[in-house]
């Protein structure tokens, strides 16, 4: 059963109940589990994958890169992406939330079992989250869990501060089972290959695991129902060009990318081929890094945001797969509610005079032709996207035509992801392309200038899981714990206004255009999946609704 909410307004202190009934959740009923359906592809861009960890708690697991950890192991509820007012109980059957977000009373779902046939019970979901509070879990989400009280089959979790703004990064987190994560020496980093290691109550169980692909097939005991497509194949592609053709050719059925020249390359070949563009918060956004030159000067910032040419970046690069994000509060269009009426109207578009204007005041020289810093030094910086990584790679390009009209000489790096990864996360970069995390507004400054995300290693190396820039402003954190935290509409509205004007003033980063959620699949063999007309969930495989899509496709008569 997927239930439906009014929109939460600023700071509703409201307690929402989810009731959920067992077998409907997700399309109810379908073929029999491994009933002689053909096998889905699943495929990503991301290059090889050469070390096996099923653990779905990390971001660079093979679980989490191939994008099966959601098939195998589910969550409580599931938020959808693109209208967090619904909300699908899954491993909860009942969840309530109390006035201030601090507090989340959940039900376990009955008649669920884990996939080595012992039952689920209220005691794994609340273990699962006991591993935060005695520190086996790392808690990068931050949640600030403060232990349960247990009551028959529910469970109260307290929380630490408001989850107000983390309600789906509470709900999706994925649930392990007791009897076996008691058993691990460090779950933060356990690769689960032993034997019997990799369980979870999801409708796919791990069959095979090679560095060229992984085989889950079908858990014949499923609680939401008997389930159509009988084995999913996990591929990883060396880039989004090969990933085309594979699709292209029908090699992969379903997959998570931008492709060029979508409708000639894929939609074209085969009437059953569709894609399903789902919109988020979040933005591909130009993370400056203001630890070094020439970023460390905030008229630098400001002037390249009056150059950059954000329909270019939509409408060239992502060929019309995004929405323009011009709000001077870095907001995209899906956000404009919570735009503050100080900013309503203000937009940034290419206005190379105006950009000219704030270097000149600033002591530049040479614009438009070779740019001098005020202490005498040419302005030249790189910007890095992994190779293959085609959308993003045609942005680098067009922001290397756009900043030469400041006189600005832009080079273009595209290392392999590794490298990349490292170098984003300890600050070894001048700009990078990068999408933001979190939910709503919030999310969008809390990815850009919080510093709870720049944290020091056991080697003293520091580094940063967002706020790549490392923007680190203490009125900024204080305002977004306050909104993140208060239960107060006016307080939370001037936190608002705070993280606003600080984003306007400083410019710490710049949003290009809108980072929707992308999902390609072909329909010559299971019906049942999401579309405009339906968006139940996103049909991006390696987002947590997986499980929900799974479980509704059907098989085309």
């Avoid at 910032?301 to 409408?315: G, K, P, S």
């Amino acid at each position: 059963m997927r239930v439906k909410f009014p929109a939460i307004a600023l700071g509703v202190a409201a307690a929402l109940a989810l009731t959920g009934c067992s077998g409907d959740a997700g399309g109810g009923e379908s073929s029999s589990s491994g009933g002689g359906g053909a096998a889905l592809t699943i495929a990503k861009p991301d290059g090889a994958i050469t070390t096996e960890s099923n653990n779905p708690f990390l971001a660079d697991s093979s679980a989490s890169m191939y994008g099966y950890r959601y098939a195998m192991f589910e969550t409580m509820a599931l938020v959808n992406t693109a209208d967090s007012s619904v909300v699908t109980p899954r491993l909860a059957s009942e969840l309530e939330w109390n006035a201030d977000y601090t507090e989340l009373t959940v039900t376990a779902r009955d008649g669920v079992t884990w996939q080595d046939g012992e039952p689920f019970t209220i005691d794994d979901i609340v273990s699962t989250f006991d591993m935060y509070l005695d520190g086996r879990l790392t808690d990068t989400a931050a949640l600030d869990y403060l232990g349960a009280d247990v009551d028959g089959d529910s469970a109260t979790l307290k929380f630490g501060n408001s989850k107000f703004v983390k309600r789906s990064t509470v709900l999706h987190v994925p649930i392990v089972p007791k009897h076996i994560w008691d058993t691990l020496d460090d779950p933060s980093t356990a690769a689960l290959t032993g034997e019997g290691e990799a369980i979870g109550t999801g409708p796919y169980v791990l069959s095979s695991w090679s560095t060229e692909s992984v085989t889950l097939t079908a858990n014949p005991d499923y609680w939401d129902g008997d389930l159509a497509v009988p084995e999913l194949h996990y591929v990883s592609y060396g880039d989004n060009s090969a990933l085309a053709t594979a699709l292209s050719t029908g090699e992969a059925d379903w997959a998570q990318a931008f492709l060029p020249q979508i409708q000639e390359t894929f939609l074209d070949k085969d009437p059953a081929n569709r894609y399903l563009v789902t919109p988020t918060a979040g933005a591909g956004t130009l993370f400056l890094n203001l630890t070094r030159k020439p970023f460390d000067d905030p008229a630098l910032r400001q002037a390249l945001a009056w150059a950059v040419d954000r329909d270019a970046y939509v409408e060239i690069a992502r060929e019309g797969a995004s929405a323009v994000v011009d709000s001077v509060t870095g907001l995209g269009p899906s956000l404009e509610q919570d735009v503050v009426d100080e900013f309503a109207d203000e937009t940034y578009e290419v206005d190379l005079d105006k950009a000219e204007s704030i270097l000149t005041d600033a002591g530049y020289t040479g614009v438009g032709d070779a740019l001098v810093d005020p202490d005498g030094e040419p302005v030249t910086f790189a910007i890095s996207v992994p190779a293959g990584w085609t959308d993003w790679n045609t942005e680098q390009a067009l922001l290397s035509e756009q900043m030469k009209e400041l006189g600005i000489e832009v080079t273009i790096e595209q290392p392999d992801w590794g490298g990349w990864d490292e170098a984003r996360k300890t600050g070894d970069f001048d700009a990078i392309i990068h999408w933001l995390d979190g939910e709503g507004a919030w999310g969008v400054y809390d990815s850009i200038m919080g510093t709870r995300w720049i944290t020091t290693d056991d080697a003293g190396v520091e580094r940063a899981d967002f706020n790549f820039g490392r923007y680190s402003n203490p009125e900024v954190d204080a305002a977004l714990n306050t909104y993140a935290s208060t239960d107060n509409d006016a307080d939370r509205a001037a936190a608002m206004t705070t993280l606003q004007e600080a984003f306007v003033r400083d410019v710490p980063a710049i949003p290009l255009g809108s980072h929707p959620l992308l999902g390609l699949f072909n329909e010559r063999s299971y019906t049942g999946w999401p579309s405009e007309e339906d968006m139940y969930a996103s049909a991006d495989p390696t987002q947590a609704e997986v499980a929900l899509v799974l479980s509704t496709l059907e098989p085309v008569e």
